[in-house]
């Protein structure tokens, strides 16, 4: 497994930008699909945005589309969630998490992540 820890959450203005960081360690991140998930409290944790291994190809929840950037460099083990036009309803904590069996399909449900950050939290204020 990895060990995944997020940064660069923080408080936004709503219309605002912010890049989060994950870096990995452990083993080699390209064995790995990787995924931006995010949790507001008594809610389900839901996926945000996923890549494959080599990056090549991504996906992203239908809210966040056209607004973030997912993307990665597997020689510094790092993965990033790049947010603009955020909105205030986005306030969440966000987690990155890794993916043995979303190496070349990218997955989009919990129980397929083996690895997962602490979190960061994103607030974005209206």
């Known amino acids: 497994q990895l060990q995944l820890v997020e940064s660069g959450g923080g408080l936004v203005t709503a219309g605002g930008s912010l890049t989060l960081s994950c870096t990995a360690a452990g083993r080699q991140m390209e064995y790995y699909g990787m995924a931006w998930f995010r949790q507001v409290p008594e809610k389900e944790r839901e996926f945000v945005a996923g890549?494959?291994?080599?990056?090549?190809?991504?996906m992203y929840a239908v809210p966040v589309k056209g607004r973030f950037t997912i993307s990665r460099d597997n020689d510094k083990s790092m993965l990033y969630l790049q947010m603009s036009s955020l909105k205030p309803e986005e306030t969440a904590t966000y987690y990155c998490a890794a993916s043995g069996v979303g190496k070349t399909i990218i997955r989009q449900t919990l129980s397929e992540y083996g690895s997962w950050g602490q979190g960061t939290q994103v607030t974005v204020s209206s």
């Open positions: 890549l494959t291994w080599n990056g090549r190809t991504t």
